[in-house]
């Protein structure tokens, strides 16, 4: 059974950075589309960021603009596991983290995720 689990949340002042990691089970992560949700309290969850898969526009990447310029996606297939380097964190990037599968990356907006890591809590208050 294809297994996602997040690690590396945490609590970070504004302006501090944090790095998630996603780690497979059973599965390469680099055959499939692989992305960043998050869902904030209260709110809906939204995509954050994808990363293709190896063949098909590989390492291509996406972001939302809330995030573009700040956030960086990465994969590394030697170790099965995607990132998602954060930096200059401000309040509003308070969410649940998840690492997910998605079966395209790009265009005007995420496509909804075939599948859920647990997520990892990240928050970032003064």
């Known amino acids: 059974q294809a297994l996602l689990v997040e690690s590396g949340g945490g609590s970070v002042q504004p302006g501090g950075s944090l790095r998630l990691s996603c780690a497979a089970s059973?599965?390469?992560?680099?055959?499939?589309?692989i992305g960043w949700f998050r869902q904030a309290p209260g709110k809906e969850r939204e995509g954050v960021s994808c990363i293709n898969a190896i063949g098909s526009r590989d390492g291509d990447t996406y972001y939302a603009d809330s995030v573009k310029g700040r956030f960086t996606i990465s994969r590394d297939d030697a170790k099965n596991m995607v990132y998602l380097q954060m930096n200059s964190l401000n309040v509003d990037d308070t969410a649940i983290y998840y690492c997910?599968?998605?079966?395209?990356?790009?265009?005007?907006?995420?496509?909804?995720?075939?599948?859920w890591g647990q997520g990892t809590q990240v928050t970032v208050a003064s």
């Open positions: 059973g599965f390469t992560l680099g055959y499939y589309i």
């Open positions: 997910v599968m998605l079966g395209r990356c790009g265009g005007s907006s995420f496509p909804p995720p075939r599948n």
